[in-house]
Each structure stands twice: as C-alpha cells, then as structure tokens.
C-alpha cells in the first residue's frame, strides 16, 4: 500500500467549501437556525440557501421550516446519514495530513 493511498477520494459534496463550512457548523450543533448558519459560515443568504438545498437533496441535513410568533424559522441538523459522511470526510482528511508527517 501506497504510503499516499489515503482511502479513495474525498467527498466533493462535502469537499465544496461552503458546504464543508456548513457541515463543520453542524457537526457540532444539535441544530442552527438559518441566520446562525448564515453568521458562522460568513455564507451570503441565496449562497446559504443553495447550499442547505444540495446537502438536504443528498440526505445530508434535514430542513425544519417552522414560525416563531409570525416569523418564519428554518432550522438545519445533520442526518445520520451526513453523519457518516461528515465523519468519513474527516477520516479522508487525517490520513492525507498523516502522511505528511
């Protein structure tokens, strides 16, 4: 075995930089609404949007659009499915950067 066979490719849904910032957030959150997403990521609103979308089509997140008072809310939280993939996009990353060692 190659000492840069690092395990396939990495996840381009994931690998995409937004979308990376995106599943960092919610890695570590429970969920986050919308404007929290928005502050976190730096992730203009219609760029956000887009790619809450992408993840959502892949089964990545699960979309919550619900109303506070009158105020629309939308939520986002990772699947378990995302996950997985959230967690194997890491292990990609930690064996390419152990190599370099």
């Known amino acids: 075995m190659s000492p840069f066979d690092?395990?396939?490719?990495?996840?381009?849904?994931?690998?995409?930089?937004?979308?990376?910032?995106?599943?960092?957030?919610?890695?570590?959150?429970?969920e986050a609404d919308?404007?929290?997403?928005?502050?976190?990521?730096?992730?203009?609103?219609?760029n956000l949007s887009v790619q809450l979308t992408r993840l959502e089509e892949a089964g990545y997140i699960r979309i919550?659009?619900?109303?506070?008072?009158?105020?629309?809310?939308?939520?986002?939280?990772?699947?378990?499915?995302g996950a997985d993939a959230f967690a194997a996009y890491r292990m990609y990353l930690?064996?390419?950067l152990d190599a370099t060692n």
Do not use: N, W
């Open 94 to 96: 930690k064996r390419l």
């Open 64 to 81: 919550a659009k619900t109303f506070v008072g009158r105020v629309p809310r939308t939520t986002a939280a990772l699947t378990p499915a």
């Open 34 to 46: 919308f404007t929290y997403l928005m502050h976190e990521t730096g992730l203009t609103r219609g």
């Open 6 to 30: 690092f395990g396939g490719e990495p996840d381009r849904l994931i690998h995409e930089p937004a979308r990376l910032k995106i599943m960092t957030v919610l890695s570590v959150a429970e």
